[in-house]
């Protein structure tokens, strides 16, 4: 698959001949896969990514992230200089990206997050699309407490999901204003509610949605994060460095301060044990804005991280904050048109 893919991507490169602007950025990428749905819009096709890789190494420089920050601290950013990171920790980063990074000789951070490694569980949107988005038969209403409020939803007709209705909505994503069956409003709604819930409530709600629906809260195998043995070998070779991304994926800013510090320092120690090596890169889940405070920066330092990734749009300039790290979010798109996005981000 890989050489098919390749050689796609060697094609679409020689369809695309400009010269991109100077300043440096930073790719944002989730999983290299090809699934059926993907309301998150959180996966590129392994064929895409060979393209985009290609494009980047036809007419960027691309970097090994703390490389990036090293030259950016002392002032020698070399041109068109490009990093390319993963946040989550997916098992297909392992399976499906590094052949290919390794195809193109290209370095890219993979940030875990560690309380996912070596569990069954999916991550809370990978576990409501399975309950919501996928074809079955689900009680009519459902009722959850969350902190103390209960909400109340009716799914209708939606309740039994056919083949055919999967079929219809399939391509739907979040980005979508509309929500084509009573099953993606109740999916929208949920991921919102379970997002700002520490670790132990999102797991009594998970508990409390799978006996509604009457089934059991399993990791598909194809929505799992890397195991302990798996990370160590993403590692291997030097080409891609596994920075933390928190021990649970909560939206900080919505955690006491202790609740914080516990998820950036205990995430760095569990993985440095299964690597046996310091852990010096962190990106902050969500990574919006609103999704953590000058708080959150502060004990990321205080943990001893050398630097961060946000998930905001912009360009690594002077005075940028090296532990608020602006990345630009990649979709599954062919490498005809991450070529225009590469060069509309810099402004050309």
Not at 58 to 70: I, K, S, Y
Not at 183 to 205: I, K, M, W
Request: glycine fraction near 6%.
């Amino acid at each position: 698959m890989v050489k098919h893919v390749v050689g796609r991507a060697k094609q679409v490169a020689r369809q695309f001949r400009t010269r991109f602007v100077h300043a440096p950025l930073i790719l944002l990428y989730h999983r290299v896969a090809d699934l059926q749905s993907d309301p998150q819009l959180l996966s590129a096709t392994p064929g895409h990514f060979a393209e985009h890789l290609d494009v980047l190494r036809r007419h960027a420089r691309p970097m090994e992230l703390g490389e990036m920050v090293r030259a950016f601290r002392e002032n020698n950013l070399p041109r068109r200089a490009v990093a390319v990171t993963f946040d989550d920790g997916y098992a297909d980063n392992l399976h499906n990206a590094k052949p290919l990074l390794e195809r193109y000789d290209i370095a890219a951070t993979v940030y875990v997050s560690s309380g996912y490694v070596g569990m069954n569980r999916e991550f809370v949107h990978d576990m409501l699309e399975g309950l919501f988005l996928q074809p079955g038969k689900l009680p009519q209403q459902l009722d959850l407490t969350i902190r103390g409020r209960t909400h109340h939803w009716d799914l209708g007709d939606a309740a039994c999901y056919s083949e055919d209705a999967y079929e219809r909505n399939r391509a739907w994503h979040v980005e979508k204003i509309e929500n084509p069956t009573p099953r993606h409003h109740v999916y929208r709604s949920l991921c919102q509610l379970f997002y700002t819930l520490p670790d132990n409530e999102r797991g009594s709600a998970r508990d409390a949605l799978m006996q509604w629906a009457g089934t059991q809260s399993v990791c598909r195998p194809t929505f799992r994060v890397l195991g302990s043995d798996e990370i160590r070998t993403l590692a291997q070779g030097g080409l891609v460095e596994v920075g933390s991304h928190t021990v649970a994926h909560p939206v900080l800013s919505s955690l006491p301060s202790a609740e914080q510090r516990d998820e950036v320092q205990r995430s760095k120690i569990c993985l440095e044990e299964i690597l046996g090596r310091p852990v010096t890169s962190f990106a902050y889940p969500y990574g919006t804005r609103s999704d953590y405070t000058a708080e959150t920066v502060a004990l990321v330092r205080e943990a001893g991280y050398d630097h961060a990734c946000s998930n905001f749009e912009g360009l690594v300039r002077q005075g940028t904050d090296p532990w608020q790290l602006p990345r630009f979010l990649v979709r599954d798109w062919d490498g005809e048109e991450f070529a225009r996005r590469l060069k509309e981000w810099r402004g050309q």
